[in-house]
């Protein structure tokens, strides 16, 4: 198992820190692995849904925010807001402020611009060390 952190350095993703959650999504359809989006609250869901529509002219990320009565299983990007209780996949990106705990392949979290935001992280990446992931750190 392994966990990515993508440290926000780039002025783009700094302004707006959801196009480089696009961007791992994008990342991820590519793979051809399924992923999962942790979403902090459905606000941030339904941010995610819509810039995962316009972030980039050439890009369609098939995707969905997971619903009671639809939970997506089919689609290969799937956005998850807390009340919902999604299924964990291969890959699953995490926008919450709690480590993933289940079965994935791979775990990618944002790390935030603002060194005052980044206690939580640090603290996931202690939760995922001990639970003995291959750690990497990206400056994105």
Known sequence: MRADFYLIAKPRFRDQPLLLVCEL???G???GKPMLILARDQPQAEAIDDLLWSFDPDAYIPHQIAREDDPGEDVPVLIASPEIA???RPLTLNLRDQAVDGPVERILE???ADPTAR???RQR???YQARN???NKHDM
């Open 119 to 121: 206690e939580p992280l």
């Open 110 to 112: 944002v790390v935030p």
């Open 133 to 135: 992931f291959q750690l």
């Open 29 to 31: 359809h590519d793979s």
């Open 25 to 27: 999504a994008r990342r």
């Open 86 to 88: 999604a299924a964990l």
């Open 125 to 127: 990446w202690r939760a």
